[in-house]
Structures are given as structure tokens and as C-alpha cells.
């Protein structure tokens, strides 16, 4: 393997282990890294989505995610499959996520900013109109007309900002 591409893999996991911490305990976990540098990577994020067309009544908010990065990362795409049931546009039935178009200058942890932004369902990053899923991609389009406030189910900025914030910490004065 070539030394700039395991040194870019191992760089974007620790930027990824970096926003673990900074996000809300529990929100973001890497479950499992295979390798090193690593080939495989496995999270489980806990922010609230579509199960399958019964949202909001069926939601999942738990979602367990692998990513395989192929020998020439970041050139060539990741494969990213959703290990838990989601409906979402731009996520094959399968689980296999979409793209719609791999920014090799993306590192992780902003890919997997992007990808929580998926989840949420935010219809900023969410395209329908290239969908992986044309079940999903209608049932988006209708429910976001009838109830435009259903989405995000989450602000992953708003989130990650309030981690961010200095906590205040009171002390007694004797």
C-alpha cells in the first residue's frame, strides 16, 4: 500500500475519533476498526430516522453503519452500508448509501457530519431527485409537503454546536 494513502487513513480516523468526543456521549461510536491503516470501520450513530413509510409512528434511533475503504482512499470512494433498516432516499434497500458524488478532499469526519445530516433526513443535503430509493423518494417528497417541520428529525449543527459550548461551572464562595 502506498504510505500517502494509509497516512490519509489513519489521519481521518483520528479526526473521526476527535468528533466522537466532541459530540454528546454515546451519539457517535466507533464499534469496531479492522486494520491498520484500517480497511474496515463500523459506527453506531443514535440520531432519530425513518424505519420504513410509518415515520414518525415507526422510528429507529439507533443506526449501525460500515464503511470499507478500498486500497486507493481517498481516490476511489468508500462502501457504506447501513446495517439497520432506514428509509431514505439516497439509501438503497439494500443498505449501500449513495453518493451522489465523492468528494476526495472530504475526510471522514466531515463525510460522517454529511452522513448523520443524511439520516436526519435534512432536506438541505437529502436529494430525492437522484434517488437510490424511488419508494423513499416519494414518500419524502409528499410527507416533507404535508409536514415540512417533520425534518430534520435532528440539527446535527445545533448538536454539535451545543457540545462545543465552555460548560459553566458553579463553585460555592466561603
Given at each position: ?5 494509509a ?18 456521549q454515546?451519539?457517535?461510536e ?6 491498520d ?9 443514535r ?12 422510528r429507529?434511533?439507533v ?8 486500497e ?9 452500508m447501513?446495517?439497520t433498516?432506514?428509509?431514505?432516499p ?6 449501500k448509501?449513495?453518493?451522489g ?6 475526510n471522514?469526519e466531515?463525510f ?12 438541505a ?11 423513499a423518494?416519494?414518500?419524502?417528497l409528499?410527507?416533507i409537503?404535508?409536514?415540512?417541520k417533520l ?9 454539535i454546536?451545543a457540545?462545543?459550548?465552555?460548560k459553566i ?6
Amino acid at each position: 500500500m502506498n504510505d500517502s494513502f494509509a497516512i490519509r487513513k489513519r489521519e481521518d480516523l483520528a479526526k473521526l475519533k476527535t468528533l466522537q468526543g466532541r459530540l454528546p456521549q454515546g451519539m457517535l461510536e466507533i464499534t469496531a476498526i479492522k486494520g491498520d491503516p484500517p480497511h474496515e470501520l463500523s459506527l453506531r450513530i443514535r440520531l432519530a430516522t425513518a424505519r420504513n413509510a410509518s415515520y414518525p409512528r415507526e422510528r429507529q434511533d439507533v443506526n449501525y453503519v460500515t464503511f470499507q475503504f478500498p486500497e486507493r482512499y481517498p481516490f476511489q470512494e468508500p462502501t457504506v452500508m447501513f446495517r439497520t433498516p432506514i428509509w431514505n432516499p439516497n439509501v438503497y434497500p439494500s443498505g449501500k448509501y449513495c453518493f451522489g458524488g465523492w468528494k476526495v478532499t472530504e475526510n471522514l469526519e466531515l463525510f460522517v457530519i454529511r452522513l448523520m445530516k443524511v439520516i436526519t433526513l435534512d432536506p438541505a443535503i437529502v436529494n430525492p431527485r437522484s434517488a437510490a430509493n424511488a419508494e423513499a423518494a416519494r414518500w419524502f417528497l409528499e410527507t416533507i409537503h404535508h409536514s415540512p417541520k417533520l425534518f430534520p428529525t435532528a440539527l446535527v449543527e445545533e448538536v454539535i454546536r451545543a457540545a462545543e459550548r465552555p460548560k459553566i461551572i458553579w463553585h460555592n464562595i466561603k
